[in-house]
Structure formats: structure tokens, C-alpha cells
């Protein structure tokens, strides 16, 4: 299985390559990734239809227990014939979509491939996290190949959107699985859905996930993406958001509701999103213009209808869902395909201009017939077996089963209405529209077509050749005494009456269509405000509104304020703790040695005239004074090698400020600040307190005895010196004291280019100084190089 | 473990000068606050090794209070070299900048000035993604 993943991975990588030398061929050659998955899927079906899935794993990264494992289980299979199977021939058919010379192929062909990849990883994954990863590669390849055409504002719209808001539903899925694994303690899926974990955070973990599953399959009220997706290259909405990616949501449920459906809300909120969906697509879908946008709200509706049946938790229903998962494989990819070979040989996807479309391409109106009645429900095609089933399943149940019946069937009969209106719209020949141009179409377009839309026919009239893979999912759900088998006849059942009814009131619905249209349109209107499309746009404007708001606010752009802001927040956050969590002991003395306090006053008084000076000559003086007070201060704390360096380096310090201040104005500039004098103030006195407390508390906290101890002990023995604190320094930390130094030579190299930089620019040839400035450094290393850049 | 007041409060003094000092535009200013919040983190390490006691020295005589802690003074002696060099590092930087511009007043920055104005301006129209791409 990793081989198969791996040659998608290197043929998607070869594609732009090969693609300069094939043109549009190039899809002939990776087509050859999922045909042989195909093959492969074959070959392994008899095993695992026979109860034997096949594993493997692989380790990944160990040490975050990440594995590649993968499993073809029934249903993996059963995802792995629509993605590699209804892949395969989607990717024959973009080999004579295409222009010949086509901007892009080669990118195209590549993303394609890849997402097919990751599509094939995602159904096979057996590990949470990794079918997280695939999830998020389809999203990307996804918007990669729904903006396939960059130079246009819609299509670029449309992949953001479907970015957003899938990979949004991803991280709240994977907060979910992270929930799950957790309460499972492993995060492999076949071991969580063996012994599945109950109570705690798992009804939450299930919710998160859903609302992951819900956007990925479009469903209500996150749908509004994939019609808009529709901007995509023809092939990718056959391929991605009709038969592959916008199934993985309904994959993801379809593989946890037989352990999951009974806990919490999963019952409820499936049924009724997936049944609002249902209704909504196919109420949409009645009123577009555009064949591939009708075709979409379809998708949507069908995706809702899928949601139902294979949340819903029953074998019944399961047998229905698996069902109608191969069936609107089938049945829609063909009609996306139609209408991809129906805008190339006419040149307009607009129902209301077509016409006589179907007398000029016999074949394809044939295979879309097909195609367009398995999903409207009408014997003897897949469609309608699907279809019974999910009537027979739901029929049968109590009170809630009757109210999804009835939503069932109200979305049926709109399914009903809508393929009607989609074969009319693409073939019909209509009074008043001129007939429609048609060229004609190469075989390798219309074969995958032809043989999407007959398969559907033959799994209809064998549904044998169907059943074992659906029967082998619904097993998950237990094995009864007595399995009701897919078939096209059961008899003169109240499901087939439903059926029956169903496709009257589907036609009925298409005969008024003129004055429904006008009701839509009213309907349209009263509801305009709950459009998600249009909250969608809300919420992005509110997001861009939000986000200059915190900007503005934020980055204020002057250094007093985000230097205060640090200042704050350090006060505040330690601050509240070390008030409420800490007490101090009355063990406080005033002073050690008496000489402190008057030192201390000293200090504080030069300080505070430090920061009131005016004038940089008595700020730097008073600073000074600060200094030696504070030398003395290390004198009677009993540190004498610290009073004898602070000294030394006050008087340096000092000496240097003085080298500067001889050129410096002698008063500090007047200022503007948006922070004001009282709350400069207030933050530096609260900085002031805290740090008080912060050391009174700070020093009552010592648990252990002094470290340094042993310093004590050793000095003379170790480091053969008597003056520990020496010893300490050039021996017991060496390396801080050369850190140290190092940071000495770098300060030294940081002010001498500082400086002399400075020195050269007073040079008689550098007299335009803004100018120098905006040459940067580097002409202010050579005395004639500015001259040059002067502008006037 | 005693808890020094004059200290403790001597070092509170330091930082809030300190601070107030490092809220200004005027670079010099900045420089002479870092100084002041020097004096302070040292007060507060020699702090740390408890309360005042005889010089750490092999052999000499330990008052009542036993002798002072040699690891804190270490430390600080570390810490006074360091801010030494930082301060003249932060000293040549003003004096480059009064070199430049004429003046050693920090500015507000100009783009955050323009998102600012932006922000007030046109508040309320609505942005769709594709105007922004």
C-alpha cells in the first residue's frame, strides 16, 4: 500500500516534466498510479471481502508514536473503487479535455496525481492522526485545483473559500481525534473502533470531529463552498467534489458510526444536518442555470442524503449508504463529465441556451440518461436500489425513523425533479432557442463517460456483483440470521409504492417548473438574509475589520507604549500571584547594619533626581551618585571585591557618558507622547512595588541551604585561593567569565564601528546627510563612496 | 530566612526610576534608566544570598551573622561588567542616531502611524478577499 502511495507521490512529481514533453498526454502516463491501485484493490478484494482486511504498518516517527499504518478494510475498498477506480478514467478523459496547448498542464497533471494520493491515504489510513495529515493534503491539492485558473478573480475566491473553510473543520476535527485518542489511549482507528471509548470527553470529541465531517461534504450551513467550487477545470469537479474528496467526510462518519452512533448527540445532529441538507441542495438545485452548478447543489443534496444514511447507525441503513456511496460515484461523475464534454463541443454550460443537443451527441445523451435516471431513483439502475433500501430501512423504524422518512422523501422527489431538469436543460431541444453548434468528440472523452453511466446499469441488473462489498461493510454493525440482500425486485413493498410516488411528484414538480421558478424567486427573497454564502462574506469582511481594529490598536508604532505594555504585564500577571499566593512572615528587618538606611536614602534620592533632570550633564552626575551609593552598599552587605569593581566601572561609565554628553545638546528635547506623564508615572511606580515584594518574598522563600556552601569549603583545597568570591569567578564558572568577556569584546567591536562610522561622516565629502543615510553602512565605510549619492 | 526592608525598598526605588526613565523618547535618557535598572538587579541579587555577614574569605573572621554568601557576588560582579558594556554599546548607538537625524528622540514608527490613520479613515467598507490578493 505505501508502494502505491509512493508511486503517486513520484508520478506527481515527474508530471510537470513529462508534461513539457507529452502536452496533454501526460495524464495518459499518471494515470497509471491510480489504475494500478485499482488493479491492486482487485486483486486483494476476495480476501478482504471475505473478513480479512490487510494491514500494514510502518513506523514513522517513534519517538511522537507516529505510524503509518494503513488497512484495506471493506469499506476502504469500497472508497478505494470510487478514488482509484472512477480516477482512473477521469484521468483519461482530462487527456483529450484539454486544449492541446493548455497553460499549466503539467502543474495540473502533478496536483491531480497528488491529491489522488492523498486521497488514497486518506480512506486507507488506520491511524487518527495520520488521516488527519491526508485529510489537510486533499484540502490543499484541493485549492491548489479549484484555482487552477489564477489569472481569474472567482476561481481564485472559490479555492480560498473552500480552503477556509475545510481546513477550519480539519483542526476542529483534530482536536477532536487528539480528544479521542486520548480517551482511548491509542490512536489507531481499527483498535478505537474495537473497543470503543465511552463517557468522559468522547460525546465532545464526536461533536468536533462531525463538525470536520460536515464541512468537508459540504453540509448545511457550511455547503456554500462547494458550488462555488465549481470555478475548477471540469475533470476536478467530477473527480474531487463529486466522487473522491467531498466523500470524506461522509468516510469518516461512515467508519465511525457503527461504534459511535448511539453516544450523545451524534444521532440527532447527523440526521438533521445531513436531512437539511438533503432538502436545501436539492431546493437549490432546482433553480440554477448553469449545468455544473446544478449538478453541484445536487452533489450537496445527495452528500446530505448520504450523511443520513450512513450516521444513522443501523445495518439497514448502512446497506443503503454503501450502496448509494458506489451509486452516486457513478451516476454523478458521469453527468460532471457530461457536462465537461457538453461545454467542449458547444462552448456554454447555460441550459436556457442549449437546445438540440441531443439529437447532434447520441452517445453522451445516452450514457447521461442513464446516469441522470439512477439518481433520480428509476428502475432497473443502482440508483433505485440504493434508494429502496434507504425507504425500506427507515420505513420499518419508530417515530423518529418516520420523520427522517419524510425528509427522505421530500429530498427524493427534488432529486427526482432536478435530474429531470438537468437532461432537459443539456439535451432537450426547446421552442424558441436556436439549435446549439456542436463539434464533435474524441472517443477517449466520451469512453469514461460511457462507462461511468453503464456501470451504473449493471451493477442495477446485477446488484449481486455489488452486494458482497456492501454486505461486507454493514457487517461492522453484526452479522444477522437472515441478510436482506440487495435486489432489484422485493416484492410489492410500501417502499416501492413510496418509490413510485416519489418519481410522480419528481415529474409533476418538472412539468410546473415555470411556475415554480417564480415561487423560488419569492422564497429567495424572503430568505435572502439566512444566505451562508452571504455570511460567509460577512464573516470574512468582519474578520478584516477585526484584525485593522487589534492592528491599529496594537501596534501603536511608539516605543514608550510597548515598553509599557511589557512593563504592565509583567506587573500584572506575577503581580496577582505573588499577592495571592504568597504571605510574608513577620520575620523583616529593618536593616542590617545601621549604616544601611542612610546609604539607602542617599541612593533613592539620587535616583529619583536621575529621572527628573532636565539637563543630561546632572542626570549623568546623580546617576553617578546612584553608583557609588551603591558600592558603599555592597560594602556593608560584606562584599568588598564588588564595592572596589563597581567603583572602577562607575567612574568609567561616567568618563564615557562624558565623552558623549561634549556633544550632545545640554537639555533633553521636549517631547511628545501618546502615553501621559500620570500613567508613565503609575507604571513605573507599580514596577517599583512589585519588585519590593517580589524581593521580600523572594527572599523568605529558600527551602535548601546555600549552594555555594561547598565554595566555601573548597576554595582554598580546589582552587588554591582564599578569596572565594575570586575562586568562584576564575575557576569554579571559568566559562561565565569568558561568556562574559565575550560579551565585553563584541560591546567593544558594536561601539568602535559605531563611532568610527560616525568620525568618517564628518569627512569634507560627506556633507548630505540624509542622503548617506539612505546608502546605508556600506558607503560610510569609504570616506568617496557617499559623495556619489548626494542629492541635493 | 530575614527579609532586608531598606534593601528590598531601595531596590523598588531603583527599578520604578528605572522604568520611568526607560518610558521616554529621548535614547540618553533610555540609556541612564538601564543604568539605574543595573544598580537595581544588582541590589536584588546581593539580596538574594540573605542577610549582610562577614567577607567571604578563607580564614577571615565571621561576624554574628556568619559569612556573607560568595555565589550572589559572583553573580553581581558578572552583572556590573555586562551592564557596563551595554550601557556604552546603548550610548554609541544614541550618539549615532544624534549623528544621523540631529536629535537622539526615538519616533513613532511610520508604517504603524499609517495602519493607524488607515484604521480611523475607512473603517467601514466591506473588503472582499479578492480585492486584497
Known amino acids: 500500500m505505501l508502494a502505491l502511495l509512493a508511486l503517486h507521490l513520484a508520478l506527481a512529481l515527474l508530471a510537470p516534466a513529462a508534461a513539457a514533453r507529452l502536452g496533454r498526454s501526460v495524464f495518459l502516463l499518471v494515470a497509471l498510479a491510480p489504475a494500478a491501485t485499482t488493479a491492486w484493490a482487485a486483486t486483494s478484494a476476495a480476501a478482504v471481502l471475505d473478513g480479512r482486511p490487510r494491514p500494514q504498518a510502518t513506523s514513522w516517527v517513534p519517538g511522537l508514536g507516529l505510524t503509518l499504518d494503513l488497512r484495506l478494510d471493506a469499506l476502504a475498498l469500497l472508497m478505494v473503487t470510487l478514488v482509484s477506480g472512477i480516477g482512473t478514467l477521469v484521468f483519461l478523459y482530462c487527456a483529450r479535455y484539454f486544449p492541446a496547448d493548455a497553460r499549466g498542464l503539467g502543474r495540473f497533471a502533478g496536483v491531480l496525481t497528488a491529491f489522488a494520493g492523498a486521497m488514497l491515504g486518506l480512506v486507507l489510513a488506520d491511524d487518527l492522526i495520520l488521516l488527519y495529515v491526508f485529510w489537510e493534503l486533499t484540502s490543499v491539492t484541493s485549492y491548489l485545483l479549484i484555482g487552477f485558473d489564477d489569472e481569474d478573480a472567482e476561481s481564485r475566491r472559490a479555492a480560498q473559500q473552500a480552503l477556509l473553510v475545510t481546513v477550519l473543520g480539519g483542526l476542529t476535527m483534530l482536536v477532536g481525534f487528539v480528544l479521542l485518542a486520548q480517551a482511548a489511549g491509542t490512536a489507531s482507528l481499527s483498535a478505537i473502533l474495537a473497543d470503543p471509548p465511552r463517557g468522559g470527553t468522547v460525546p465532545v470529541a464526536l461533536l468536533l470531529i462531525l463538525v470536520g465531517a460536515f464541512t468537508k461534504s459540504a453540509q448545511v450551513p457550511f455547503h456554500p463552498w462547494l458550488p462555488s467550487a465549481m470555478a475548477a477545470p471540469t475533470p476536478v469537479s467530477a473527480y474531487l467534489h463529486a466522487a473522491a474528496m467531498v466523500k470524506a467526510g461522509v468516510y469518516l462518519v461512515a467508519r465511525l458510526a457503527p461504534a459511535f452512533a448511539v453516544v450523545g448527540l451524534w444521532r440527532p445532529v447527523v440526521l438533521t444536518v445531513g436531512l437539511a441538507t438533503m432538502v436545501v441542495g436539492g431546493w437549490r438545485a432546482l433553480r440554477q442555470t448553469d449545468l455544473k452548478r446544478l449538478l453541484a447543489f445536487g452533489t450537496v443534496s445527495q452528500l446530505g442524503f448520504l450523511m443520513v444514511l450512513l450516521g444513522a447507525g443501523t445495518r439497514q441503513a448502512a446497506v443503503a449508504g454503501a450502496a448509494l456511496l458506489l451509486a452516486h460515484g457513478l451516476f454523478k461523475a458521469t453527468l460532471f463529465l457530461t457536462v465537461g464534454a457538453v461545454d467542449h463541443a458547444t462552448g456554454t454550460r447555460d441550459l436556457r441556451v442549449l437546445s438540440g443537443v441531443g439529437r447532434q451527441l447520441p452517445v453522451l445523451a445516452g450514457a447521461a440518461t442513464l446516469a441522470a435516471l439512477s439518481m433520480a431513483g428509476v428502475p432497473p439502475l443502482l440508483g433505485f436500489i440504493s434508494k429502496e433500501a434507504a425507504y425500506e430501512a427507515f420505513l420499518s423504524g419508530s417515530g423518529t425513523d418516520r420523520l427522517v422518512f419524510v425528509g427522505l422523501f421530500v429530498g427524493s422527489l427534488l432529486t427526482a425533479a432536478y435530474s429531470a431538469r438537468f437532461l432537459w436543460g443539456a439535451f432537450a431541444s426547446k421552442p424558441g432557442c436556436a439549435r446549439t453548434q456542436v463539434h464533435t468528440l474524441s472517443p477517449v472523452l466520451l469512453g469514461p463517460v460511457v462507462v461511468l453511466g453503464a456501470a451504473g446499469l449493471l451493477l442495477g441488473l446485477a446488484p449481486a456483483l455489488a452486494d458482497p462489498l456492501v454486505q461486507a461493510y454493514a457487517d461492522g454493525y453484526g452479522t444477522p440470521a437472515e441478510v436482506e440482500h440487495l435486489a432489484l425486485w422485493h416484492g410489492l413493498t410500501a417502499a416501492l409504492a413510496w418509490s413510485v410516488l416519489t418519481l410522480a411528484l419528481g415529474a409533476a414538480l418538472f412539468v410546473v417548473r415555470e411556475r415554480l421558478s417564480g415561487l423560488q424567486r419569492s422564497a429567495g427573497r424572503l430568505l435572502g438574509a439566512v444566505d451562508a454564502d452571504r455570511s460567509y462574506e460577512g464573516t470574512l469582511s468582519l474578520l478584516d475589520r477585526l484584525a485593522r481594529r487589534v492592528t491599529a490598536l496594537a501596534q501603536s508604532g511608539s516605543l514608550p507604549v510597548y515598553l509599557g505594555t511589557v512593563v504592565l504585564t509583567v506587573v500584572l500577571l506575577p503581580g496577582v500571584a505573588l499577592l495571592t499566593s504568597t504571605r510574608l512572615t513577620d520575620d523583616l528587618q529593618g536593616w542590617d547594619r545601621p549604616l544601611q538606611p542612610i546609604v539607602g536614602v542617599v541612593i533613592v534620592v539620587a535616583a529619583v533626581a536621575t529621572a527628573r533632570a532636565h539637563r543630561r550633564f546632572t542626570a549623568v552626575l546623580t546617576l553617578g551618585a546612584v553608583g557609588y551609593g551603591t558600592a558603599v552598599m555592597f560594602v556593608l552587605q560584606g562584599g568588598p571585591d564588588l564595592a572596589l569593581t563597581q567603583f572602577l566601572v562607575e567612574t568609567l561609565t561616567l568618563v564615557l557618558f562624558m565623552f558623549v554628553l561634549r556633544r550632545l545638546p545640554a537639555h533633553f528635547s521636549r517631547q511628545h507622547f501618546q502615553l501621559s506623564q500620570t500613567v508613565r508615572v503609575a507604571v513605573a511606580g507599580a514596577a517599583g512595588v512589585f519588585v519590593t515584594t517580589a524581593v521580600l518574598v523572594a527572599g523568605q522563600a529558600r527551602t535548601a541551604p546555600p549552594a555555594s556552601r561547598a565554595y566555601l569549603e573548597q576554595s582554598l583545597p580546589e582552587g588554591g585561593g582564599r578569596n572565594v568570591v575570586n575562586v568562584v569567578l576564575v575557576d569554579f564558572r571559568g566559562f561565565d567569565t569568558l561568556g562574559e568577556i565575550t560579551v565585553l569584546v563584541v560591546a567593544a567591536l558594536g561601539v568602535a564601528s559605531l563611532v568610527l562610522a560616525a568620525r568618517r561622516r564628518t569627512s569634507p565629502h560627506a556633507e548630505g546627510e540624509t542622503a548617506v543615510m539612505a546608502a546605508g553602512g556600506q558607503a560610510l565605510d569609504e570616506p568617496g563612496a557617499a559623495a556619489p549619492v548626494v542629492v541635493p | ?133
Not at chain 2, 35 to 41: F, N, P, Q
Open chain 2, 1 to 133: 530566612m530575614s527579609g532586608n526592608l531598606t534593601l528590598a525598598l531601595t531596590v523598588g526605588a531603583l527599578y520604578a526610576a528605572g522604568t520611568y526613565l526607560l518610558l521616554q523618547r529621548t535614547l540618553t535618557r533610555v540609556v541612564l534608566g538601564l543604568g539605574l535598572l543595573g544598580h537595581g538587579a544588582n541590589l536584588l541579587l546581593l539580596q538574594a544570598g540573605g542577610s549582610a555577614g562577614g567577607v567571604p574569605f578563607v580564614g577571615a573572621p565571621a561576624g554574628a551573622s556568619g559569612v556573607a554568601d560568595p555565589l550572589p557576588q559572583a553573580m553581581v560582579l558578572t552583572a556590573i561588567v555586562i551592564t557596563f558594556g551595554v550601557s556604552a554599546f546603548l550610548l554609541a548607538l544614541a550618539y549615532r542616531s544624534w549623528v544621523l537625524t540631529g536629535e537622539d528622540d526615538v519616533q513613532d514608527d511610520v508604517e504603524d502611524r499609517r495602519v493607524t490613520r488607515r484604521q480611523r479613515t475607512e473603517d467601514a467598507p466591506v473588503v472582499r478577499p479578492e480585492d486584497e490578493l
